[in-house]
């Protein structure tokens, strides 16, 4: 009569516990709970197997793991579904032993994920960062005036330059003169306005004789 075929294959397993044992001979094993990718989700405790010291590798942890697993004996019912044993329509109905790890040189693993690679960089020269060079303060910039705006600057920095220059009208003699000196003025004016800086004209008038100050 010949003997039917024992079942194997390459299957993942999740480990949640291990624990360290020895059988009755004192024989080192581990005790491992295990979790098969075939038991129903309601299964939620997983199956005890026994595996020794010496035919597994050297440190097992909790964790997914590839190895060889044979089928073995059908387990019993519990006596509230009737007792007895499976009937062994599924393969969570048996127990199963493992004789074979991936992580122990197995050569009939199934194919596992294939991590993503690690990009080398490219040692790259260090490029020195040249300093920038300190800029020199600049005087303001003149502002984007429009022609409306220019037209009553024009105006008020005319009428503070007359205003000044009616305590020095009786120096002038000539009236031509005092009308350019009040143009100097003027501009001198507009431009500390516009720009922040201070025109000096050739010819500035003597403002020390003034005997009364000015008001803006």
């Given at each position: ?15 949640s516990?291990?624990s360290h044992?020895?059988?009755r ?5 581990y005790?491992?709970?295990?979790h098969f ?5 309601s299964?939620t405790?997983?199956d ?6 010496d ?12 190895v060889l697993?044979?089928?073995s004996?059908l387990?019993?019912q519990?006596d ?8 062994g329509?599924?393969d969570?109905m048996?127990?199963?032993?493992i ?5 122990m ?9 294939i991590?993503?690679?690690t990009v080398q960089?490219?040692?790259q020269?260090?490029?020195s960062?040249?300093?920038t060079?300190s ?6 910039v ?5 022609e409306?705006q220019m037209?009553i ?11 000044m220059m ?6 002038f003699?000539n009236?031509?003169l ?6 100097e003025?003027?501009e001198?004016f507009?431009?500390?306005v ?23």
């Open positions: 009569m010949n003997q039917p075929e024992v079942e194997r294959r390459w299957t993942s397993i999740r480990i516990e291990v044992t020895t059988d001979q004192d024989r080192p094993q005790k491992l709970v295990v990718e075939w038991h129903p989700l299964n405790w997983g005890n197997l026994f595996v020794y010291k035919q597994c590798p050297p440190v097992i942890e909790a964790g997914t793991h590839n697993v044979e089928r004996t387990k019993k519990s509230s579904a009737g007792g007895g044993f499976h009937d329509t599924q969570w048996y127990r199963w032993k004789v074979e790890w991936e992580s040189g197995g050569n009939q693993a199934p194919v596992t994920p991590p993503t690679p960089e490219t040692p020269t260090p490029v960062t040249p300093q060079p800029v020199p303060t600049q005087a303001p003149a502002r984007a005036i429009d409306n037209r600057m024009r105006q008020s920095t005319l009428k503070c330059a007359s205003w009616v305590p020095l009208m009786k120096d003699s009236p031509s005092a009308v350019q000196r009040t143009e003025l003027s001198m507009m431009e500390y516009i720009s922040g800086n201070i025109k000096v004209a050739d010819e500035t008038p003597d403002l020390t004789s003034l005997e009364e100050e000015v008001d803006f």
